[in-house]
T-cell receptor, first 112, second 115 residues
């Protein structure tokens, strides 16, 4: 079955520390992969996407993600977290024009 | 930038009421979606539409219906609201394109409470 797993429900980091949010997927073909961020009370905003090519993709707000086919992973990273990064992060797989599968989200808390 | 506008940010309704959630996008996108977001469950697709008057059921369509009379507008209808429909509802749209390569653009969400 197609699925996306975000194993960490909550993550707390100190401001200025590095961040890695994990995402694993199960899909039978080459996936299209996305990371979205949701600030409190808001909709989801695209951080970055991977369709093909270079497996390290850069996104907005200093985020990057690396596609590792052998590990079925698409982890999100940021070298230095800012307090404004506190939000909920969703990984998603887009296997088709209409069907997008979302993970359950990781809520990031940033300590001053 | 594409804008997806959900007219009602917060609604409080009573059990049994008919509820309309409206969504409008301004970039001539063919595809529109309604998701439900609940803590620990992520986003679940209720319905989507790929053209005017066309709709397809998503993963959790029970208790919901939709209407798409104009390309820019996609409405979610709760015929008889129940307390288990208390949730955040997110509308999104994408343009027609190569399979899987479309990016969802989301509205700000409508938080519905059913008492």
């Amino acid at each position: 079955a197609q699925s996306v797993t975000q194993p960490d429900i909550h993550i707390t980091v100190s401001e200025g520390a590095s961040l890695e949010l994990r995402c694993n997927y199960s899909y039978g073909a080459t996936p299209y992969l996305f990371w979205y961020v949701q600030s409190p009370g808001q909709g989801l905003q695209l951080l970055l996407k991977y369709f093909s090519g270079d497996t390290l993709v850069q996104g907005i707000k200093g985020f990057e993600a690396e596609f590792k086919r052998s590990q079925s992973s698409f982890n999100l990273r940021k070298p230095s977290v800012h307090w404004s990064d506190a939000a909920e992060y969703f990984c998603a797989v887009g296997p088709g024009t209409y069907k997008y599968i979302f993970g359950t989200g990781t809520r990031l808390k940033v300590l001053a | 930038d594409v804008k997806v506008t959900q007219s009602s940010r917060y609604l409080v309704k009573r059990t049994g009421e008919k509820v309309f959630l409206e969504c409008v996008q301004d970039m001539d996108h063919e595809n529109m979606f309604w998701y439900r977001q609940d803590p620990g469950l992520g986003l679940r697709l209720i319905y989507f539409s790929y053209d005017v008057k066309m709709k397809e059921k998503g993963d959790i369509p029970e208790g919901y219906s939709v209407s798409r009379e104009k390309k820019e507008r996609f409405s979610l209808i709760l015929e008889s609201a129940s307390t288990n429909q208390t949730s955040m509802y997110l509308c999104a749209s994408t343009e027609q394109g190569s399979s899987g390569a479309n990016v969802l653009t989301f509205g700000a969400g409508s938080r519905l409470t059913v008492l």
